[in-house]
Each structure stands twice: as C-alpha cells, then as structure tokens.
C-alpha cells in the first residue's frame, strides 16, 4: 500500500473509531439515562470530582483543560441539577470546594458499568489474539501520538488514587522526560 494510501485509509478508519467511542460508548449512553439528559462535558467534571474527590474549582477548571469562567458556568449548572454541592474551601473560603452528591456518584458508576458493558460486548466479539493487538497497536498510536505532539501532560487523566503505573501516558512521559507523572 501506498503511502497516501496508508494515510487515507487511516484518516478513514480514526474517523470510524473516534464516532463510535464518541457515538456509541458515551454519548449514546447519556441519552439514556433516567436521571434526565447530562451532557459531555457535565460527565467529564462528575468523573473528574469522582476520581479525585472534592476539589476547587480552578483545579476543576485545570483538569478538564478549560478556563476558570468556563468550569464554573460547568458547576453553576450540575449545582441546579443537584449532582454537585459546592461549599466554601477548607484552606481558603474565597475557593468554592466541589464534590459529588449522592446522585451524581451513582450516576458516574453507571454510566461507568454501562460504558465497560458496551465495550466489552465489541470486544467478546474477538479472538483473544485479536483483542491483545487491539490494545498493543491502540497503545503505540497513543504513545506515538504524544511523542509527536509533546502533549504527555494535556493527555494525563491525572486518575488520582486510580493512576495506573502502566498506563501509555505514564510510560510515554517516563521515556520523554524520566520524570513519573504518577507522582503528578
């Protein structure tokens, strides 16, 4: 295969992968929740909150890579929703703290199971050798990709107390800088 070829076919076939996690593993799940439609961007901040626990909201704003004005227009409205509490911070009462309500933990959880659940039906329906090179050459894409881009710290999902010691991020930043983003 040609060159031009290969980077036809590539932009196709990303194009493809990048609609149906978008489409299928979350979007289309956030249409059906019961609790009522949540956004994109709404799951991302219960998610981030989730994995890291209470937080302000300028370290909301920093890992969900938006401004401060956005991320609190963001709370202004998961707030109302009753999915998020927000109360004065403990080391500085001027810096709203953010956590979860009960609702919203149980909201991330499901659409959480929901999500693993879509996953892992695409995924039965491979070869276990198949599912192995999915997630090897799914991994080589990412490193290379953040290689290219210098973009390991805009990539990290900062996972919290969940960070995995494996993950491509962690082990791209680790060849680049030798510096562990774990500790990060």
Do not use: Y
Not at 57 to 68: D, F, P
Request: aromatic residues 2%.
């Amino acid at each position: 295969m040609k060159e031009s070829e290969l980077l036809e076919q590539a932009q196709h076939v990303s194009d493809i992968f990048t609609k149906i996690m978008l489409k299928t593993m979350t979007v289309g799940l956030l249409a059906e929740m019961p609790e009522g439609e949540i956004t994109m961007a709404q799951l991302q901040a219960l998610k981030h909150i989730a994995q890291h626990g209470s937080c302000t909201i300028g370290s909301l704003a920093e890992g969900l890579g938006v401004t401060q004005p956005a991320a609190t227009m963001l709370v202004d409205r998961v707030v109302k929703r009753g999915l998020v509490e927000r109360e004065p911070g403990r080391e500085d009462r001027r810096q709203a703290e953010v956590s979860l309500s009960r609702r919203a933990k149980h909201l991330v959880r499901r659409a959480e199971s929901e999500r693993a659940e879509r996953l892992s039906k695409v995924l039965d329906l491979m070869t276990p050798d198949e599912r192995e090179q999915f997630l090897e050459s799914l991994q080589r894409f990412v490193g290379a990709a953040l290689k290219l881009e210098s973009a390991v710290d805009e990539a990290c999902l900062r996972c919290g107390i969940e960070h995995r010691t494996a993950c491509v991020v962690n082990r791209t930043h680790l060849e680049l800088t030798g510096a562990d983003v774990s500790r990060t």
